[in-house]
């Protein structure tokens, strides 16, 4: 990376590491400095590089064209005349020299193109231009967006302080939500979209089987749907074509139906213990990217109230076991991971339904026909609403990128209140006005659901209070708010 050596000002500097004399520097030119970027034949910057010194016509009609500021190892000087970079290439690594400089994000966006499949358009944008004058882009690229930088004053001090901490801020996110199509990828996807303008992540997600639905493509445009199979990992090759090393992966994917678990406990295996993606996430060679990985409270035994973190899992159906394994393989293969424990969650239906029903809108239907119904009074949970969990998921995405300090964190993540089915089913009977005497309370014991519940896997979640000083909503105002979300809707 010597040969790119120190930029600032406008000018060009290189670091002349065979003289004797160590602080000997001379002036590089521009066109010195575009002869090495050449080197790298198919690289992004390379194919600009081309393209503004031989086919000046070819892209002057190109309007995304005119949004790419430059190279990295181009670049001294901003319009406003405020450095943009004075740190030695051996600091910031060939990448980041090489990186493509956009104006906005549209400038960004615009750079590639994904078909339905979640695979680039080569026809299209960079790729396009590139295949036209044979040099076809190979592998990711880095792209600056000066839109997203925080600030351009004393920006050289903050690198060289901060490492992989601040100056991750100066890129995009790259965030990548495994389990998109399902309740909880949903609506971690409509949060993070929801932000763009404030702080713009770059955003993908996974899917199985089914086809991302239309709903949800035309609500978030912008988010990059991969078909991935976790089970052997198929598809995630894909995701480093396009994506490169994610910031940060969520990973929401799951069998997560106990009764479904216990009747194929090998597929339950398979699928809850994350074995192919943490290879995958393995295969990068920096430790840059944050694993959030859903848990469950079902890996307590249920035989006392409030569990902590500390608390000895002894699970007691297949889903547990699948998921204190799952739990067990992240912590051993991991070095920067979030293990969140999570209850019941439950909320507003998501951009395109889900299949399954839904605990708060489900009992509000059965409950509107008037007809009796027996709710379980003797197992207990902390249900958790499903923004909570979000704004849980978002704080440890921010902090991440904020800090770059990594993580080993086990959180229990439910809601302040330890309540059965029965007072659930209470609790939406008093916000609808309905008849409360058309709920009885019956034994877990007298139903045979062909798999064993623990009875009380209610959580403490001081730990979470204290380390992101988050306090989630009662289940009361939850379910207010999830039948205020549904009338609305």
């Known amino acids: 990376m010597a040969e790119f050596g120190y930029f600032a000002l406008g000018k060009y500097h290189t670091e002349d590491r065979a003289t004797e004399n160590e602080n000997h520097v001379h002036v590089k030119s521009e066109e010195e400095t575009i002869e090495h970027i050449l080197k790298h034949e198919k690289s992004a910057a390379a194919i600009l590089c081309q393209l503004k010194t031989q086919h000046v016509d070819q892209v002057s009609n190109l309007q995304w064209t005119k949004d790419v500021v430059g190279i990295v190892a181009t670049l001294g000087k901003v319009d406003d005349d405020r450095s943009i970079l004075q740190l030695p290439s051996a600091y910031l690594g060939l990448e980041t020299m090489l990186a493509v400089v956009c104006k906005t994000h549209e400038g960004v966006k615009a750079l590639e ?7 680039i358009n080569r026809s299209s944008g960079l790729h396009g231009l590139g295949y036209s004058i044979g040099r076809p882009v190979e ?19 903050i690198l060289s302080s901060c490492g992989q901490g601040k100056y991750r801020e100066m890129c995009e996110k790259r965030v990548l939500i495994v389990g998109g199509t399902g309740y909880l990828g949903q609506h971690l996807l409509q949060s993070f979209a929801e932000i763009q303008q404030t702080s713009p992540c770059t955003l993908a997600f996974t899917y199985h089987t089914t086809p991302p639905p239309q709903p949800l493509l035309r609500a978030i445009p912008h988010a990059v749907p991969f078909q991935v199979d976790l089970c052997t990992g198929d598809g995630l090759h894909a995701v480093t074509q396009t994506l490169g090393q994610p910031d940060v992966v969520v990973n929401c994917a799951a069998l997560s139906v ?8 090998a597929a339950a295996m398979s699928i809850n213990i994350p074995t192919a993606l943490i290879k995958w996430l393995s295969s990068f060679s920096g430790k840059n990217t944050l694993l959030i990985h859903l848990s469950t409270d079902q890996v307590y035994e249920g035989i006392k109230s409030f569990y902590k973190e500390e608390d000895e899992t002894v699970p007691v159906n297949v889903y547990g076991k699948s998921k204190v394994t799952a739990e067990q393989f992240v912590c051993a293969n991991c070095s920067n991971f979030a293990i969140l424990r999570s209850s019941i969650i439950y909320g507003p239906q998501t951009i395109s339904p889900v299949p399954k029903s839904l605990p708060i809108q489900w009992m509000d239907s059965v409950l509107a026909k008037g007809e009796p119904l027996d709710f379980f009074h003797d197992e207990f949970r902390c249900p958790v609403y499903v923004k909570d969990l979000v704004t849980v998921i978002r704080t440890l995405t921010d902090r991440w ?35 409360t005497s058309l709920i009885t309370p019956v034994s877990a014991s007298s139903v045979d659901r062909g798999v064993k519940s623990p009875a009380d896997i209610s959580m403490d979640i001081t730990k979470l209070i204290q380390m992101l000083h988050i306090s989630p909503i009662s289940y009361a105002k939850g379910v207010r708010l999830t039948l205020d979300a549904e009338a609305s809707s």
């Open 401 to 435: 990128i904020a800090e770059g300090n990594q993580m080993q964190l086990l959180l229990n993540v439910g809601g302040p209140d330890r309540v059965s089915r029965f007072q659930m089913a209470e609790a939406v009977a008093h916000a609808r006005n309905y008849n």
């Open 113 to 119: 193109a994904y078909d339905k499949h979640g695979s």
């Open 139 to 157: 592998g990711p690229f880095l792209v600056f967006c000066l839109q997203s930088l925080r600030s351009l004053t004393g920006l050289c001090s």
């Open 258 to 265: 106990p009764r479904a678990c216990e009747m194929d406990p």
